[in-house]
């Protein structure tokens, strides 16, 4: 499982990759609150509303993965790498943890105009750590190198000739 969240079997670390979706689907609900407050494109903003509250539960489940990821990668990370790595690590957790109160507040104006002041404050001071941390993420996990893992080779069984019976 943990070759699997490090992305050694595809051959690149998940965790950059993952962190570059829960920003755009930041962006995505940071643009649909906006269209949202302004009016752009409709008259009646309940539907931005209820769009933008399932972006934020998104981006709080991707970014609650991207945590998960960055775990397993503090776990090998070197010496020299570890303090980025943990920093890593408590970006995502505040991350998620922004993304999953904004989504609470979200929940009781689904009805409203328009997401209330402190879900939207919260939703972009999220996104702007999100995006600082992609960079730091790229950075840190991308240039990484495995050693290849072990093959077992395979051998046929060669299987003794039956002898006739005599």
Same mark, same amino acid.
């Given at each position: 499982?943990?070759?699997?969240?490090?992305? #050694?079997? !595809?051959? =690149?670390?998940?965790?950059?990759?993952?962190?570059?979706?829960?920003?755009?689907?930041?962006?995505?609900?940071?643009? *649909?609150?906006?269209?949202?407050? +302004?009016?752009? @494109? /409709?008259?009646?903003?309940?539907? +931005?509303?209820? %769009?933008?509250?399932?972006?934020? *539960?998104?981006?709080?489940?991707?970014?609650?993965?991207?945590?998960?990821?960055? +775990?397993?990668?503090?776990?090998?990370? &070197?010496?020299?790498?570890?303090?980025?790595?943990?920093?890593?690590? !408590?970006?995502?957790? $505040? $991350?998620?943890?922004?993304?999953?109160?904004?989504? $609470?507040?979200?929940? @009781?104006?689904?009805?409203?105009?328009?997401?209330?002041? =402190?879900? =939207?404050?919260?939703?972009?001071?999220?996104?702007?750590?999100?995006?600082?941390? @992609?960079? %730091?993420?790229?950075?840190?996990?991308?240039?990484?190198?495995? /050693? %290849?893992?072990? &093959?077992?080779?395979? &051998?046929?069984?060669?299987?003794? #000739?039956? #002898? #006739?019976?005599?």
């Amino acid at each position: 499982m943990k070759e699997l969240l490090e992305g #050694r079997r !595809l051959g =690149f670390a998940l965790r950059p990759h993952i962190g570059q979706i829960a920003a755009g689907l930041g962006l995505a609900t940071t643009l *649909v609150d906006l269209m949202a407050w +302004f009016g752009w @494109g /409709a008259r009646d903003t309940n539907g +931005f509303v209820i %769009v933008a509250y399932w972006l934020v *539960v998104a981006t709080a489940i991707v970014a609650a993965l991207a945590a998960v990821t960055s +775990f397993a990668e503090l776990i090998d990370a &070197e010496e020299d790498d570890r303090i980025l790595a943990r920093l890593d690590l !408590l970006a995502v957790a $505040v $991350v998620t943890a922004l993304y999953a109160v904004s989504a $609470v507040l979200r929940s @009781g104006d689904l009805g409203a105009a328009g997401a209330s002041p =402190f879900a =939207f404050l919260t939703a972009v001071a999220a996104l702007l750590i999100l995006l600082v941390d @992609g960079v %730091v993420a790229a950075t840190l996990y991308s240039a990484r190198e495995w /050693a %290849v893992p072990d &093959e077992e080779e395979y &051998e046929p069984r060669r299987h003794q #000739r039956r #002898r #006739r019976a005599s």
